[in-house]
């Protein structure tokens, strides 16, 4: 790889992101929209200026990884715990709703398949795609708006972990079903294994940061040791029990949220997060996406796709938390704020390619899907808690 044309991307990325994401917020929407649409702008769709090269791809997982891990930081246990029950059964729906619709939206497309058949499992796929969902852009602009730490806030992020721990397990379960040396079992057991081990092994860890957070506070010793926890977790999530890095670096950020000095941790980490790897990542997105070779039926689909893959997680996700408790447009929040699709959903997709349960052609409408719902999230949550503070003012 040319070193030089890697400094030449980075300053085309770190530019335009920065001045599209100050033009977002002139146009009073959320700063990652901007970084979104600059990638979209440099990327191979428009001006060609920026490819997504092994290394963007890993500066963009690191962002996605210390973004998850500063969210857990911010998170409140307590409203955590509180909000625990009620968010596994948002996330429930936020799956179940989605798989159903994506598979009914594919056989209405090209015929019902009797079961056991090829064309079944790419039915089911599709909806298994549409189960993932991406929280750190509703992370970023629930943290932009001052509403990260409420209950609702909470209550959202919460229930986004569950739902990709329960998409990867239907995942699992799909493949399984369509390659019987697959075996769904292990994924149950790790998933179960992991969360056993951040129990014991993060309250050991809790107690020796502690201890060091007492003895030298406000050092930056404490800000290292919490980023080497953080990429430790998502490392051992991933490779020791088959879990999404992104939901180790939360547990991580969960671990030491009760902490002393858990603010100037994520202050200090928000410094890297924001110059460097935040815009890279956000931007990523709009590089990933390319417009050529697409037929007007891809683009039918695509659009079609799209619109069931919104919707499902707003009715899904939106009905079970009223249901829960939730009343008025709290409810249409918590949908909203569930419908953002990201790198998991990515994830998934090529996982299905590498299977065999769908072609490279749906590429399209899964990158369609996260960059509609990338841009109209941020845009749509702020709208509704605008208006919610306009009228208490």
Same mark, same amino acid.
């Given at each position: 790889?040319?070193?030089?044309?890697?400094?030449?991307?980075?300053?085309?990325?770190?530019?335009?992101?920065?001045?599209?994401?100050?033009?977002?917020?002139? !146009?009073?929407?959320?700063? *990652?929209? /901007?970084?979104?649409?600059?990638?979209?702008?440099?990327?191979?769709? =428009? %001006? @060609?200026? $920026?490819?997504?090269?092994?290394?963007?791809?890993?500066?963009?997982?690191?962002?996605?990884?210390?973004?998850?891990?500063?969210?857990?930081?911010?998170?409140?246990?307590?409203?955590?715990?509180?909000?625990?029950?009620?968010?596994?059964?948002?996330?429930?729906?936020?799956?179940?709703?989605?798989?159903?619709?994506?598979?009914?939206?594919?056989?209405?497309?090209?015929?019902?398949?009797?079961?056991?058949?090829?064309?079944?499992?790419?039915?089911?796929?599709?909806?298994?795609?549409?189960?993932?969902?991406?929280?750190?852009?509703?992370?970023?602009?629930?943290?932009?708006?001052?509403?990260?730490?409420?209950?609702?806030?909470?209550?959202?992020?919460?229930?986004?972990?569950?739902?990709?721990?329960?998409?990867? !397990?239907?995942?699992?379960? *799909?493949? /399984?079903?369509?390659?019987?040396?697959?075996?769904?079992?292990?994924? =149950? %057991? @790790?998933? $179960?294994?992991?969360?056993?081990?951040?129990?014991?092994?993060?309250?050991?860890?809790?107690?020796?940061?502690?201890?060091?957070?007492?003895?030298?506070?406000?050092?930056?010793?404490?800000?290292?040791?919490?980023?080497?926890?953080?990429?430790?977790?998502?490392?051992?999530?991933?490779?020791?029990?088959?879990?999404?890095?992104?939901?180790?670096?939360?547990?991580?950020?969960?671990?030491?949220?009760?902490?002393?000095?858990?603010?100037?941790?994520?202050?200090?980490?928000?410094?890297?997060?924001?110059?460097?790897?935040?815009?890279?990542?956000?931007?990523?997105?709009?590089?990933?996406?390319?417009?050529?070779?697409?037929?007007?039926?891809?683009?039918?689909?695509?659009?079609?796709?799209?619109?069931?893959?919104?919707?499902?997680?707003?009715?899904?996700? /939106?009905?079970?938390?009223?249901?829960?408790?939730?009343?008025?447009?709290?409810?249409?929040?918590?949908?909203?704020?569930?419908?953002?699709?990201?790198?998991?959903?990515?994830?998934?997709?090529?996982?299905?390619?590498?299977?065999?349960?769908?072609?490279?052609?749906?590429?399209?409408?899964?990158?369609?899907?996260?960059?509609?719902?990338?841009?109209?999230?941020?845009?749509?949550?702020?709208?509704?808690?605008?208006?919610?503070?306009?009228?208490?003012?």
């Amino acid at each position: 790889m040319d070193v030089l044309s890697v400094f030449k991307d980075l300053a085309i990325i770190m530019l335009f992101a920065k001045l599209f994401g100050l033009l977002a917020r002139k !146009l009073r929407a959320p700063q *990652v929209v /901007g970084e979104i649409l600059a990638g979209l702008l440099i990327g191979p769709s =428009v %001006l @060609g200026w $920026v490819q997504l090269n092994d290394f963007l791809h890993v500066c963009a997982q690191i962002g996605v990884v210390i973004l998850m891990f500063s969210a857990g930081l911010g998170t409140n246990l307590r409203d955590l715990l509180r909000t625990g029950p009620k968010a596994f059964a948002i996330a429930c729906a936020g799956v179940a709703v989605p798989l159903a619709g994506g598979a009914l939206l594919y056989d209405c497309f090209y015929g019902f398949a009797p079961w056991g058949s090829e064309k079944f499992f790419t039915a089911v796929f599709i909806g298994v795609i549409m189960t993932a969902t991406s929280v750190s852009i509703t992370v970023e602009t629930l943290r932009e708006l001052g509403k990260l730490k409420t209950e609702l806030g909470t209550t959202i992020l919460s229930a986004a972990i569950i739902d990709d721990v329960i998409g990867i !397990l239907v995942l699992t379960f *799909v493949i /399984g079903f369509k390659n019987p040396e697959s075996n769904p079992l292990h994924v =149950v %057991l @790790g998933t $179960v294994g992991f969360f056993a081990f951040a129990l014991v092994v993060g309250f050991l860890i809790y107690k020796v940061f502690r201890l060091i957070d007492q003895r030298y506070p406000h050092t930056h010793r404490i800000p290292i040791l919490a980023l080497v926890l953080c990429f430790g977790f998502s490392y051992i999530a991933e490779q020791w029990f088959g879990i999404a890095d992104i939901t180790g670096a939360y547990v991580a950020g969960i671990i030491l949220c009760s902490l002393r000095d858990s603010t100037y941790i994520e202050e200090k980490l928000d410094i890297n997060s924001y110059m460097i790897f935040g815009p890279i990542f956000f931007a990523s997105i709009g590089l990933k996406t390319n417009l050529e070779g697409v037929t007007w039926d891809l683009v039918l689909f695509s659009v079609a796709f799209v619109l069931v893959a919104l919707s499902s997680k707003i009715v899904g996700c /939106g009905a079970m938390s009223r249901l829960c408790g939730f009343r008025g447009k709290d409810t249409l929040k918590i949908g909203v704020g569930m419908m953002t699709r990201g790198e998991v959903a990515l994830i998934v997709a090529q996982r299905g390619l590498s299977e065999g349960l769908i072609g490279s052609s749906y590429f399209t409408a899964v990158i369609l899907l996260i960059i509609i719902s990338s841009i109209a999230t941020p845009i749509i949550l702020k709208l509704l808690f605008g208006k919610e503070q306009s009228a208490s003012v």
